[in-house]
């Protein structure tokens, strides 16, 4: 039997970065990560995580990345499951290995860690 792999991603269009606080600091604007690139892309058939694709599990994951200082998706957290741990964590894999973000900034223009959400990312098998 032949199948065709699918991905969907939707991709956040308030992806929300928090500025860390130091001791004292005065409250400041929300500082936002921006993607590099188009997070859909992020995600293609052919990284369609295996050990998923040969038990031939499909689902639609939401995750949220950790994004450093510099840039980089250094935490990934599921929060929406697929149901499929196999598709779970080779969703936020693949994320860690792709995304490239510039860094968030306070209102002075310090770059700080902040976060990334993907409410969407739907990996699909079609028979053919």
Not at 10 to 23: E, T, Y
Not at 77 to 99: K, Q, W, Y
Request: charged share 20%; proline share 8%; glycine share 8%.
């Amino acid at each position: 039997m032949m199948f065709r792999l699918a991905v969907a991603v939707v991709a956040a269009l308030s992806a929300a970065a928090l500025p860390i606080a130091s001791a004292g600091a005065a409250k400041s604007k929300e500082a936002r990560v921006t993607p590099i690139g188009i997070p859909p892309d992020w995600f293609r058939a052919h990284d369609y995580p295996p050990a998923a694709l040969r038990a031939r599990q499909s689902g639609k994951v939401a995750i949220t990345l950790s994004v450093d200082p510099t840039g980089k998706a250094i935490g990934c957290e599921v929060t929406s499951s697929s149901g499929f741990p196999l598709l779970d964590t080779g969703t936020c894999e693949i994320a860690l290995r792709n995304a490239r973000f510039k860094p968030a900034r306070t209102a002075s223009g310090e770059a700080v860690a902040g976060t990334y959400f993907i409410p969407g990312v739907t990996w699909s098998l079609t028979d053919e």
